[in-house]
């Protein structure tokens, strides 16, 4: 079975401009989470989506959004990019069940450079 | 809140040596614990996972963990080291029940000497 996958892996973008990464998630999972990676600040939520609703949001500001379509893919866009937000961008999905809810599954994640 | 803390931010043993990497966790209700492994331009692997089950907790690559409520620990262990575990480690933690939320600590990065 096929792994979650993430694109762009790699991404440049310029101070004050948007961007948009996407995630598949491992066939069949319904849960799609993602995490900012940071040196300073670790690994911090951002929000969570479960059948197209987002179910939980981390403490970022309202520049970093996402969505999740019907078929479990997601995406999340990051408005006027700051420096602060060069990271890497992981996505996690996760199969709705009972004794399986609880692990997630990790992509490669997305390098973004902000200069 | 839940919280999880690592300590010591970067082991270093020998090829053939125990590994202990220490993780430490503070939450009001049950926890559900996680180790992950992360290799270099790479994302995170679950090692394995605590969640209420048997205390010692066997995962992949020789690992194990074991819950300790009472000294709210959930350290990882490998009897023998090998040149391939070179990595960082990551010890997380969520409450039972709820949305999907990973509180991560701050990372182990352990190093292998030959």
């Known amino acids: 079975k096929a792994g979650v996958t993430q694109t762009p892996r790699y991404l440049i973008k310029t101070r004050g401009q948007q961007v948009t990464l996407s995630c598949s998630p491992i066939?069949?999972?319904?849960?799609v989470s993602w995490y900012q990676q940071t040196p300073g600040q670790g690994l911090q939520f951002l929000f969570e989506?479960?059948?197209?609703?987002?179910?939980n949001k981390g403490n970022f500001p309202g520049r970093f959004s996402g969505r999740q379509f019907s078929n479990s893919r997601s995406e999340m866009n990051v408005s006027t990019l700051e420096l602060g937000d060069s990271a890497l961008y992981l996505c996690a999905s996760s199969l709705e069940g009972t004794g399986r809810r609880y692990e997630q599954y990790f992509g490669p994640g997305t390098r973004l450079t902000v200069t | 809140a839940q919280s999880v803390t690592q300590l010591g931010s970067h082991v270093s043993v020998s090829e053939g040596a125990l590994v202990l990497l220490r993780c430490n966790y503070s939450s009001s209700v049950p926890p559900y614990l996680f180790w992950y492994v992360q290799y270099p331009n790479q994302g995170l692997q679950l090692l394995l996972k605590y969640t209420s089950a048997a205390t010692l907790v066997k995962g992949i690559n020789g690992f194990e963990a074991e819950f300790k409520k009472s000294e709210t620990s959930f350290h990882l262990t490998k009897p023998s080291a090998h040149m391939s575990d070179a990595a960082e480690y990551f010890c997380a933690v969520r409450t039972a029940g709820g949305a999907q939320k990973l509180v991560f600590g701050q990372g182990t990065r352990l190093t292998i000497n030959p």
């Open positions: 066939s069949g999972h319904r849960s």
């Open positions: 989506y479960f059948s197209e609703t987002q179910r």
